[in-house]
């Protein structure tokens, strides 16, 4: 198929499809920006060489060559990506959050999960201006609003959302990066750039943690 249009363009989607995951890593997937225009993202193995970080759910910002693309469904932009960054975990990812973390004792993942299946992204809002008491409308047993000024007091103790995301960032497993946040909270990012080798405390692969530092923080083998 031939484009006659091609243009640089920057956009934040939230993810509903995963089409494709490349032979040797690299992912498309698709979704619509805060206006609803539908965007498929291909991202090549070097900005994605880990493709169990891309899930439905996660909001990504991408720049890259946009160009008209029309499917089965229908027209949408398609943009080469040359940037991408996460700006916002899946809601899975912030209900196993919820689920492990010692700072939201009492509250479970089937709890967890009914709150996000309630309120979706605007979980985060409430968090934000502490209102308990919208948190609380929801009927599952043994959530109250005392569990839910828990549940907020938890966010602002540990910012889970910006640290999951600048965690992925940085390629780390999903599991590390949940202990990393339940170990650090607010100081996960602080700790880990003072020093990124504690993060192979966490049993992540020595090497990996090694090209991670000298990549990132220019780290020289003799320091």
Same mark, same amino acid.
């Given at each position: /198929?031939?484009?006659?249009?091609? +243009?640089?363009?920057?956009?934040?989607?939230? @993810?509903? &499809?995963?089409?494709?995951?490349?032979?040797?890593?690299?992912?498309?997937? $698709?979704?619509?920006?805060?206006?609803?225009? *539908?965007?498929?993202?291909?991202?090549?193995? =070097?900005?994605?060489?880990? *493709?169990?970080?891309?899930?439905?759910?996660?909001?990504?910002?991408?720049? !890259?060559?946009?160009?008209?693309?029309?499917?089965?469904? !229908?027209?949408? &932009?398609? @943009?080469?990506? &040359?940037?991408?960054?996460?700006? /916002?975990?899946?809601?899975?990812?912030?209900?196993?959050?919820?689920?492990?973390?010692?700072?939201?004792?009492?509250? !479970?993942?089937?709890?967890?999960?009914?709150?996000?299946? =309630? $309120?979706?992204?605007?979980?985060?809002?409430?968090?934000?201006?502490?209102?308990?008491?919208?948190?609380?409308?929801?009927? $599952?047993?043994?959530?109250?609003?005392?569990?839910?000024?828990?549940?907020?007091?938890?966010?602002?103790?540990? *910012? #889970?959302?910006?640290?999951?995301?600048?965690?992925?960032?940085?390629?780390?497993?999903?599991? @590390?990066?949940?202990?990393?946040?339940?170990?650090?909270?607010?100081?996960?990012?602080?700790?880990?750039?003072?020093? *990124?080798?504690?993060?192979?405390? +966490?049993?992540?692969?020595?090497?990996?943690?090694?090209?991670?530092?000298? &990549?990132?923080? =220019? #780290?020289?083998?003799?320091?």
């Amino acid at each position: /198929m031939q484009y006659s249009v091609q +243009f640089n363009e920057t956009i934040q989607i939230r @993810i509903s &499809t995963i089409r494709s995951v490349g032979k040797f890593n690299g992912v498309i997937f $698709f979704g619509h920006c805060q206006s609803g225009r *539908p965007y498929s993202i291909v991202a090549d193995y =070097k900005l994605i060489p880990d *493709p169990s970080l891309v899930e439905v759910g996660q909001s990504w910002r991408a720049t !890259g060559h946009a160009r008209p693309h029309r499917t089965r469904d !229908g027209p949408e &932009t398609q @943009i080469i990506a &040359t940037q991408l960054q996460l700006v /916002m975990p899946s809601g899975r990812e912030i209900i196993d959050w919820i689920a492990d973390s010692r700072a939201c004792a009492g509250i !479970g993942k089937q709890t967890a999960s009914a709150l996000w299946d =309630k $309120f979706d992204n605007e979980i985060y809002q409430l968090i934000k201006l502490h209102d308990a008491a919208k948190l609380a409308t929801l009927v $599952f047993q043994g959530w109250d609003e005392e569990k839910a000024h828990i549940l907020c007091n938890a966010f602002q103790q540990y *910012p #889970i959302v910006d640290t999951l995301a600048w965690l992925a960032r940085l390629g780390l497993p999903k599991k @590390i990066s949940r202990s990393i946040c339940s170990v650090w909270g607010a100081r996960a990012q602080e700790v880990v750039e003072a020093n *990124p080798y504690v993060i192979a405390s +966490f049993s992540w692969d020595w090497e990996e943690v090694d090209r991670l530092a000298r &990549t990132r923080w =220019k #780290i020289a083998s003799d320091d």
